[in-house]
C-alpha cells in the first residue's frame, strides 16, 4: 500500500482523537507504554461502519458460493489474486449479487468471469497542483466534478484519494464514470507527454459504476484505488470520504426485498474478513488509588495551602466581595419575599369556638358539632345558618337579635378593606355573610358546610383590621 506524505499524516494525527487511548498508572513505567492508534493504511473504520449498519458478514468464500446472490454484496479491496480460483463473478452479478471493486494493483484482466473490458495500469497517478491538501500524491475530486448519482449524495465538500492509479480500458461509455483531476496545463514537454500517456487532455479513468437508475440487483462499481477507504482517509474532515463510504455501503445493500438485508463478503488483499466487530479503541486499564493514597495526596495538598492558592490566585478580591456581597442580595431577597407572603392572611387551623349568649340553640363544644346537630333536627339549613351569622355580627359588632327582627331589609353595611394587598374575597364573603343573617331565602348544604371557614376567615380579618363594617349599630 502507497503512502501519502507527512503532512496529511499530521493532519490524520489530529483527527483520530476517538482512536487514542493512553494507559494511566501510577509509576514512572508506565510513562514509556505506547499510545495505541488506529492505523493510517488499515480499514478498522469501514468495518466499524458495516458494524453499525448491522450488516451480517460472510466468513469464507465456500459461504460465499452457498449464499443467494440477489441477498449478497460481494467488496474486494486490495490484491485479487485470491479472486481468481474463486467464485465465478459474472454469474455472480448475473443473478442480482452487487459487486464493488476498489484496487491500485496492476491486474490486465481484473477478474476472471467479468464481462467488462476493464484493467488496471497499477501506475501511480499524481496531480501537480490542487491536490487534497496540496499533496500531489492524492488527487481531489471538488464537489462541483462529481456526477449526479447515489453514490456522491450529500457530498459538499469533495473525495480525496491516495495514492490511486488509473483504468485502461477499451470501453469508457459506462452510465457513470469519473476522470482523474490533471490540474494546470504541464510547463515542459516531458510533463505533456507523460499526461498524454496517462489518459489524454482530460485525464485517465478512475470509476465506473452503474447508472442510477439500476436495479437493486447487479450493481457495481470500480475504483482503481482503494486507499479512499483506509482509516487515515476516511476522518479526514476536509473530505467527504466518509459520506462516500457509506453511500457505496447503502447503494448496494439495497435488496428486491425490502425487510431483507444483504449480507457483506469483505475481501481484503484476498483474505476473507470473518466479522465486522471491531473496536476503535485500545483497552485502557485505569488503578484505582488506595484510600491511603488517596489520604496521604490529601494532607498533601492542605499542608501546602494548595486550594486556598488556587482560589485567590484565580480570583481576585474585588471579584470574590462581589460574589459575596450577590450572594448575601439574593438571600436577603428571598427572605423578604418569604416574610411579605406570610403577611398575607392565612387560614386559621384551630376549630372556632362559639361565644355569646345562644338564641334558640344550645351552646356546644364546637362549631362543627353545631353543624352536626343543625343538619339532623333542622331540614331546612337557612334558619341555622342565619343564627350562626348573627350571632358573629353580635359578637365582633354587638347587634341584637332584637335589631335584627326589626331592620330586616335593611340595606347592607358598606364594608371597607385595608392591608397593603386587599383580598377582594373577603368582601364577597361578608355581603354573603350579611345577607344570610337578613335572612337569605335558602341556604344549600355545600354553603352551610363552608360556612366554618368563611365564618374564620372574616374573624381573622375583622382582628387584624383588614375588613370593617360601616353603617352599623354603635355599639
Same mark, same amino acid.
Not at 485470491?82 to 467464485?87: N, Q, S
Given at each position: 500500500m502507497k503512502r501519502i506524505a507527512d503532512s496529511l499524516r499530521m493532519s490524520f494525527g489530529g483527527i483520530l482523537a476517538l482512536g487514542l487511548a493512553f494507559a494511566f498508572t501510577s509509576n514512572v513505567q508506565a510513562q514509556k507504554d505506547e499510545i495505541h492508534a488506529i492505523p493510517f493504511e488499515g480499514f478498522e473504520v469501514l468495518?466499524? =461502519? =458495516?458494524?453499525?449498519?448491522? =450488516?451480517?458478514?460472510?466468513?469464507?468464500f465456500e459461504g460465499l458460493s452457498k449464499a443467494d446472490p440477489s441477498q449478497t454484496v460481494l467488496m474486494v479491496l486490495g490484491r485479487v489474486d485470491? =479472486?481468481?480460483?474463486?467464485?465465478n463473478l459474472a454469474k455472480f452479478v448475473a443473478r442480482g449479487g452487487n459487486f464493488l471493486y476498489a484496487s491500485d494493483y496492476r491486474d490486465p484482466r481484473l477478474v476472471n468471469g467479468i464481462p467488462w473490458n476493464l484493467s488496471v495500469m497499477g501506475l501511480k497517478f499524481q496531480q501537480p497542483e490542487g491536490g487534497y491538501l496540496d499533496n500531489p500524491d492524492c488527487p481531489y475530486f471538488v464537489a462541483s466534478t462529481l456526477p449526479p448519482h447515489p453514490l456522491f449524495r450529500?457530498?459538499?465538500?469533495?473525495l480525496a484519494t491516495n495514492a490511486p492509479s488509473y483504468f485502461e480500458t477499451n470501453r469508457p461509455n459506462w452510465p457513470v464514470s469519473l476522470r482523474l483531476p490533471l490540474g494546470p496545463p504541464p510547463k515542459d514537454v516531458a510533463d505533456a507527454f507523460a499526461r498524454i500517456f496517462q489518459g489524454g487532455a482530460r485525464g485517465p479513468f478512475y470509476l465506473f459504476a452503474s447508472g442510477a437508475d439500476a436495479g437493486p440487483g447487479g450493481r457495481c462499481v470500480f475504483l482503481a484505488g482503494h486507499g479512499v477507504f483506509v482509516n487515515g482517509m476516511l476522518l479526514q474532515s476536509e473530505a467527504d470520504n466518509f459520506m462516500f463510504a457509506n453511500n457505496v455501503l447503502r447503494w448496494l445493500r439495497e435488496s428486491n426485498e425490502p425487510s431483507a438485508s444483504?449480507?457483506?463478503c469483505l475481501v481484503i488483499d484476498g483474505e476473507v474478513v470473518p466479522t465486522f466487530d471491531v473496536s476503535l479503541k485500545a483497552e485502557v486499564n485505569v488503578p484505582v488509588p488506595t484510600p491511603e493514597v488517596i489520604n496521604r495526596l490529601l494532607v498533601g495538598l492542605e499542608r501546602e495551602d494548595f486550594f486556598h492558592r488556587l482560589l485567590f490566585e484565580n480570583v481576585s478580591d474585588t471579584i470574590l466581595w462581589r460574589l459575596c456581597a450577590g450572594l448575601g442580595t439574593l438571600a436577603l431577597i428571598?427572605?423578604?419575599l418569604k416574610r411579605l407572603a406570610a403577611s398575607r392572611f392565612h387560614q386559621d387551623t384551630q376549630v372556632a369556638q362559639t361565644v355569646g349568649p345562644t338564641f334558640g340553640m344550645p351552646i356546644l363544644g364546637n362549631e362543627i358539632d353545631q353543624h352536626l346537630l343543625a343538619l339532623r333536627i333542622a331540614p331546612n339549613l337557612t334558619l341555622p345558618a342565619r343564627e350562626l351569622a348573627r350571632r358573629w355580627f353580635q359578637h365582633h359588632h354587638a347587634i341584637s337579635a332584637e335589631w335584627w327582627r326589626t331592620?330586616?331589609?335593611?340595606?347592607?353595611a358598606s364594608i371597607q378593606l385595608h392591608g397593603w394587598w386587599p383580598n377582594p374575597k373577603l368582601r364577597r364573603h361578608a355581603q354573603w355573610l350579611w345577607a344570610i343573617a337578613q335572612g337569605m331565602p335558602t341556604v344549600t348544604r355545600r354553603e352551610f358546610l363552608a360556612l366554618r371557614k368563611i365564618l374564620a376567615e372574616l374573624s381573622h380579618a375583622v382582628a387584624k383590621r383588614q375588613i370593617v363594617f360601616e353603617n352599623l349599630p354603635q355599639k
Open positions: 468495518k466499524f =461502519l =458495516l458494524h453499525q449498519k448491522g =450488516l451480517e458478514p460472510i466468513a469464507s485470491a =479472486l481468481e480460483g474463486g467464485p450529500g457530498m459538499f465538500k469533495g444483504r449480507k457483506i428571598g427572605y423578604g331592620q330586616d331589609g335593611a340595606s347592607p
